[in-house]
């Protein structure tokens, strides 16, 4: 290591957010990075551990610890610290294809599991992969690099999302011929459509996707396989074939009233919103608006998290977010030690946009929907909720959250955004390839492999795994291209 006091002479530090008042006014990304030389005293702050769990990648009590690509994160804080930008770019290119992504959605599971976090504040890892792949781009460092030699080999990649692009990024670099399959009109997938801007500018991506086609790789666009092209069509054009359709059914509520109009899945909401933006600058009447509604946003997750931030945004009237389960703890338990991922509770951009806005936090917890009301024109004003309260089924030993008898009440609301996860693969896509499915509808292959029961069919990301993290995807497609390499070639060098 560059400065072994680096940690205890420097405090941690990040790139600043803009201040809400600001930033609700638009949907761009809304942090001003470090400058260099502030982002090296940040790589000094690295200890350079004899074993650094921040790359380690390990299941521990059912939670991923430290990074799932393995990054080799000492390494190239070292090489911040020694502002030796090219090479820290050459090792962070090493492990990871994408992180110009990474750096701005991943939850930072390495920084969970950073030594200097067990009892002081852990290194700004996620910070200094942001400006390192940045500064590659403005030094031209990150640019096209074609293979020079071509195997004659065709795969089709199935869905364009963070696991099939990792797939088509290292399949194209060992020379195979990779055409990626995206039913939408952009490509992307959840990182186009189901992230928001404030997050993820899309530019970011098409920077990406443009090297990538530059480098060979095909994409196509407005075609759903399965609909517009069969499967077995696929099959024969391509030696080989990747499903990495993502886990895209998202979970509905069962309530009466569900379907008065005016409730929607998260997703959708979403991807209206992006998607007038990019096409129209967010005109009115193109996308699914939360401006001088009272929202109700169901779940508690990062997507719900992105539904308020975005409702904030269009100027809603109010928003509550809606969690089933009590607030975690403000600090770590007895029984979440580091390095797991702590379970402790969280205020995210969005929430403290609206608590900014609104005057308090919008999360509401122990409490979901009962049932949604309508007016006489079949139009959505309000829901009645009802207080959960945990109980332990004797049999199972298992607790569940159970509605209060009594503790109902009715609230105005015109907008309901679902955001209750997802259930898995979509079954046409899989009916269509014959593929076999698991209880959670993912696709089933066998242990430590991606190869399906269909011949030379594989599956990658959410659609194998089930509903995850993009830089999980990410390793999900990188695994996936290696195996493919192997069978195709005898053996992989990737």
Known sequence: MGNPFGFMEYARKEAPADAVSERIKHFNEFHTPLSEQEQKKQ???????????????????????????????????????????????????????????TSRVCPALCEKACTC?????????????????????????ARPNPPKVRTGKRVAVVGSGPAGLAAAELLNRRGHSVTVYERSDRVGGLLMY???????????????????????????????????????????????????????????????????EGVYFAVDFLKSTTKALLDNGLQEGTYISARDKNVIVIGGGDTGNDCVGTCVRHGAKSVTQLE????????????????EWPRVSKTDYGQEEAAAVFGSDPRVYQTTVKEFLKDEGGRLRGAVLVKLAAEKDNKTGRLSMVPVEGSEYEVDAELVLIAAGFLGSESYVTEAFGVNTDARTNVATGRNTHLTNAENVYAAGDMHSGQSLVVRAIREGVDCAKEVDADLMGYSNL
């Open 194 to 260: 189901g992230i928001p801007n404030m997050k993820l500018e899309k530019h970011v991506i098409e920077r990406k996707t443009n090297m990538m086609k530059a480098e060979g790789v095909t994409f196509i666009t407005n075609t759903n396989i399965g609909v517009d092209l069969t499967a077995e069509e696929l099959r024969q054009q391509y030696d080989r074939v990747i499903l990495a359709c993502g886990a895209s059914r998202p979970r509905d509520i069962n309530v009466p009233g569900r379907e008065a």
């Open 43 to 101: 790589g000094e702050r690295c200890m350079n551990c004899g074993v650094p769990f921040c790359q380690s990648g390990t299941v521990i009590s059912g939670m991923i610890s430290g990074c799932p690509l393995n990054n080799l994160i000492p390494e190239w804080n070292h090489l911040v610290s020694l502002n030796a930008w090219k090479q820290a770019y050459e090792r962070l290119s090493l492990t990871n294809p994408f992180p110009e992504f």
């Open 324 to 339: 089933m389960m009590p607030p975690l703890p403000e600090t770590r338990a007895d029984n979440n030690p580091w390095p």
């Open 117 to 141: 976090g067990a009892n002081g504040d852990a290194v700004t890892v996620r910070a200094n992969e942001y400006s390192i792949i940045e500064n590659a781009y403005c030094q031209g460092l």
